[in-house]
């Protein structure tokens, strides 16, 4: 089972970022399938460690592109990444803690998915066009 199914994932402008979210889709829906399956703690742990890393990398990587870019917006998506990064932060802390598979299940169905989705269509879509138009390429990796 998939959280996200990858024909679902929204796609912008600037090949870079698209190849992160792809990478970082794959992971989470690795660990959900843990959590569907029941898998092990330690297995949800290695797993939820991973996403959390890429995520962190992600973040870095846009913000990265932001600042070389000199986005126009910077201070806001940037705000808003740091605003999720707490929120994962408190997640991982109540998982460590109460070790509820449904809990964290139900963030990532009813919190984490749509949150995705919607920064990709919104605050990703904006700053991709604005990365691609003033540094051309693709942004691999």
Not at 9 to 26: A, C, D, I
Not at 32 to 44: D, F, N, P, T, W
Not at 128 to 135: D, K, L, V, Y
Request: contains cysteine.
């Amino acid at each position: 089972m998939v959280l996200i199914d990858e024909r679902e994932l929204p796609r912008v402008p600037y090949q870079g970022m698209n190849m992160v979210h792809e990478r970082e889709l794959k992971i989470l829906n690795r660990l959900y399938a843990a959590l569907e399956e029941g898998q092990e703690e330690s297995v949800i742990d290695e797993l939820l460690d991973e996403f959390l890393r890429d995520v962190e990398e992600h973040f870095s990587y846009e913000e990265d592109l932001m600042r070389k870019s000199h986005f126009f917006a910077y201070e806001c998506h940037h705000g808003e990444h740091n605003r999720v990064r707490e929120e994962l932060r408190a997640v991982k802390e109540r998982w460590q803690k109460n070790r509820d598979i449904k809990e964290l299940k139900d963030y990532f169905e009813k919190v984490f998915k749509p949150w995705i989705s919607e920064h990709i269509l919104t605050m990703d879509t904006v700053t991709a066009q604005w990365i691609a138009r003033i540094m051309g390429g693709i942004g691999v990796l």
